[in-house]
C-alpha cells in the first residue's frame, strides 16, 4: 500500500547543477502536482497533470520542467538549481471524476527537502 | 488567475474552546470547490472539509465547519471544541474546475492551549 512516493527525501545541490525529483503514485490516479512549501508562502503550485500525456503549469514553473509519460510517474527536473529553489517539494495526487466531480481527497508524498548552496 | 488568501499567519485557542479561521479567495469562475486541509508536524496533508461552489448549504464534518459566503467570496473554517491534536498548520485552498488547478493559500499555524 505505497500511496505517493517521493524520491529522494533529502538532496542538497551546488547552484547550476541539474536534478529529477520522482515521483510515483499507485493508485490510478489522474491527477499529479508538484508544489513547493515556503515558510510564509504556503504551498505553491509548480506544475500539474490531468492525465498521461498532459501536463500544465502552475503558479511558480520558472526553472522546472515536469513530464507525463505514464500515469503513474511525474518526474520534476530542475534544470540549472539556484538558491532561491531552496524548499520542501511535496508531490500530490488524486482522483479526478467525470463532471468535476472530486471528492478533493488529495494524496501527498512525503516530501523532499531540497538544499541549494 | 485564482488567488487564495489566508490573513491570519497564527492563531491560539484554549482547549475545548472554538474558533475560527479565515480565508477569502479571487475568482470569475463559477465551477469550483473549496477545501481546508491540516498539515500537523509530520507534513502530511489531511483533507478537513470542502464546499462545492453550488451548494449554498455549508459543509460540516463533526466538529468542524465552514461559512461559506459565495459572495464575499469568503470562506472561513470553525472548529468547535478545539483539542490538542488540532494543533497544525490550515490551508485553504481553491479547485478550479475548468483548469483543473489547486491552489492554496499561505496557511495559519493554529496553536491550543491545554
Known amino acids: 500500500n505505497a500511496g505517493v512516493t517521493q524520491t529522494p527525501k533529502f538532496q542538497v545541490l551546488k547552484t547550476g547543477q541539474s536534478m529529477t525529483l520522482q515521483c510515483a503514485q499507485d493508485?490510478?490516479?489522474?491527477?499529479m502536482s508538484w508544489y513547493r512549501q515556503d515558510p510564509g508562502m504556503g504551498l505553491r503550485l509548480i506544475h500539474y497533470?490531468?492525465?498521461?500525456?498532459?501536463?500544465d503549469q502552475g503558479e511558480v514553473p520558472n526553472g522546472y520542467n515536469v513530464s507525463r509519460s505514464t500515469t503513474e510517474d511525474f518526474p520534476l527536473r530542475l534544470l540549472s538549481a539556484a538558491p532561491s529553489q531552496t524548499s520542501v517539494y511535496f508531490c500530490?495526487?488524486?482522483?479526478?471524476?467525470?463532471?468535476?466531480?472530486?471528492?478533493?481527497?488529495?494524496?501527498f508524498g512525503e516530501g523532499s527537502r531540497l538544499t541549494v548552496l | 488567475a485564482q488567488t487564495v488568501t489566508q490573513s491570519q499567519p497564527e492563531m491560539s485557542v484554549q482547549e475545548a474552546e472554538t474558533v475560527t479561521l479565515s480565508c477569502t479567495y479571487d475568482t470569475s469562475e463559477s465551477d469550483y470547490y473549496l477545501f481546508w486541509y491540516k498539515q500537523p508536524p509530520s507534513r502530511q496533508m489531511i483533507l478537513v472539509i470542502r464546499?462545492?461552489?453550488?451548494?449554498?448549504q455549508n459543509a460540516t464534518e463533526n466538529r468542524f465547519s465552514v461559512n461559506f459566503q459565495k459572495a464575499a467570496k469568503s470562506f472561513s473554517l470553525k472548529i468547535s471544541d478545539s483539542q490538542l491534536g488540532d494543533a497544525a498548520m490550515y490551508f485553504c485552498?481553491?479547485?478550479?474546475?475548468?483548469?483543473?488547478?489547486?491552489?492554496f493559500g499561505q496557511g495559519t499555524t493554529l496553536q491550543v492551549k491545554p
Open positions: 493508485m490510478n490516479h489522474e491527477y
Open positions: 500530490a495526487s488524486s482522483w479526478v471524476l467525470a463532471g468535476g466531480l472530486w471528492t478533493g481527497e488529495l494524496f
Open positions: 497533470s490531468v492525465g498521461a500525456g498532459i501536463t
Open positions: 464546499q462545492e461552489a453550488y451548494k449554498q
Open positions: 485552498a481553491y479547485w478550479s474546475g475548468n483548469t483543473g488547478k489547486l491552489i
